[in-house]
């Protein structure tokens, strides 16, 4: 059974920059897609970013493109969400999640029921 446990979440003011981590245990990797989702209070929660399995190809929601950006260490069984130019409304509880798949054709990787397997979330807060 996979699991996975996210960490790097905090506080940081406007225009800074965290990374956030992603670390699986219970099996390897490289079979996985991996997603960031972000669930802000009141809110639903979206679709941050996501990497294929290799890493081939990624996906980032707009308002993120520019400032995020998401890798993987299949090695090291983790997953990274690099986050700069912080802004308030990226203020959430960032989760991570994987589906066992191989390739990213005709896979919708921003939709909450496209993934299997979640973690439990780390609280990341922007404000001065």
């Known amino acids: 059974q996979l699991q996975l446990v996210e960490s790097g979440g905090g506080l940081v003011q406007p225009g800074g920059s965290l990374r956030l981590s992603c670390a699986a245990s219970g099996s390897t990797l490289d079979r996985y897609a991996i997603a960031w989702f972000r669930q802000a209070p009141g809110k639903e929660r979206e679709g941050v970013s996501c990497i294929s399995s290799r890493g081939g190809s990624t996906n980032y929601a707009d308002s993120v493109k520019g400032r995020f950006t998401i890798s993987r260490d299949n090695a090291k069984n983790t997953v990274y969400l690099q986050m700069n130019s912080l802004k308030p409304e990226d203020t959430a509880v960032y989760y991570c999640?994987?589906?066992?798949?191989?390739?990213?054709?005709?896979?919708?990787?921003?939709?909450?029921?496209?993934?299997?397997?979640w973690g439990q979330g780390t609280q990341v807060t922007v404000s001065s």
């Open positions: 999640a994987a589906e066992e798949r191989l390739s990213f054709r005709a896979f919708v990787c921003s939709l909450v029921s496209s993934f299997e397997y």
